[in-house]
């Protein structure tokens, strides 16, 4: 069975409490819930993962390099900083799949850009929750 990483950000620990007005009110332990779920019906793998910090994100890309087919992953504030993640993510060879919770377009202006973006092969944003399970189909259809 093929295994799909799928990686949190910063803060994204406290989903369904953190301004439930923009990200909604469901539990990060939700999202991960369905995502295994998900992923038994379509025959992966899913192990979820979810870090505040950096170089913990980081490592477990690279690791990913050698235990995964493809990475879901929402960078969180990461996405608008972090040259580090796009650097890990830029040495898998898998498919990239990035989710965005909210629509960063429509957010504030140092919210706009991704990096991640550069290496993603589909983005997904503003579909709240929901997008994880568009994100994990796209890779699977690409695996």
Request: hydrophobic letters at 45%; glycine letters at 8%.
């Amino acid at each position: 069975m093929k295994q799909i990483l799928l990686l949190n950000g910063p803060n994204l620990n406290l989903l369904g409490q953190r301004q439930p007005e923009i990200y909604g009110h469901a539990t990060l332990a939700d999202v991960e819930r369905d995502a295994v779920a998900l992923g038994n019906e379509l025959g992966v793998a899913v192990t979820c993962k979810q870090s505040n910090h950096e170089g913990v994100l980081v490592d477990w890309i690279q690791e990913a390099r050698s235990t995964a087919a493809g990475i879901v992953i929402n960078p969180a504030a990461y996405s608008h900083t972090s040259v580090a993640i796009l650097d890990a993510l830029n040495m898998f060879d898998g498919p990239v799949i990035e989710v965005h919770i909210s629509d960063i377009h429509q957010r504030e202006a140092f919210r706009h850009h991704s990096f991640v973006t550069h290496r993603a092969d589909e983005t997904i944003i503003g579909e709240g929750v929901a997008g994880y399970a568009r994100a994990l189909r796209l890779l699977v259809a690409r695996l």
